[in-house]
């Protein structure tokens, strides 16, 4: 079994920026894919960026060019840049790491982007 561990959430202000992090308990460039989910109050779990091997990364409509989504293999540790956040962007934020066939979560962490 595979454990996925996110952190770095936290509240911020409109228009500031938070980097979230995920580490995985095997080398986070085993696996085939490795994506950031997250949901809203009252709103279903929603795909907001994810990083394919062999693939560019893809991201929501309601995130690109303020989300960048990366893999570090000195730290091992899969990334969310997050810039220019907005009110909407407030949500528990999961990391969800693939094999074919399997995912493997992690527990979430709270983004607040408040005044």
């Known amino acids: 079994q595979v454990q996925v561990v996110e952190s770095g959430g936290g509240l911020v202000q409109p228009g500031g920026s938070l980097r979230l992090s995920c580490a995985a308990s095997?080398?986070?460039?085993?696996?085939?894919?490795a994506a950031w989910y997250r949901q809203a109050p009252g709103k279903q779990r929603e795909l907001v960026a994810r990083d394919i091997s062999g693939e560019s990364p893809n991201y929501a409509d309601s995130v690109k060019g303020r989300f960048t989504i990366s893999r570090d293999n000195v730290e091992n540790t899969l990334y969310l840049q997050m810039n220019s956040m907005k009110p909407e962007d407030t949500a528990v934020y999961y990391c969800?790491?693939?094999?074919?066939?399997?995912?493997?979560w992690g527990q979430g962490t709270q983004v607040t982007v408040s005044s």
């Open positions: 969800a790491v693939s094999d074919i066939g399997r995912q493997f």
């Open positions: 095997r080398n986070i460039f085993s696996f085939y894919g």
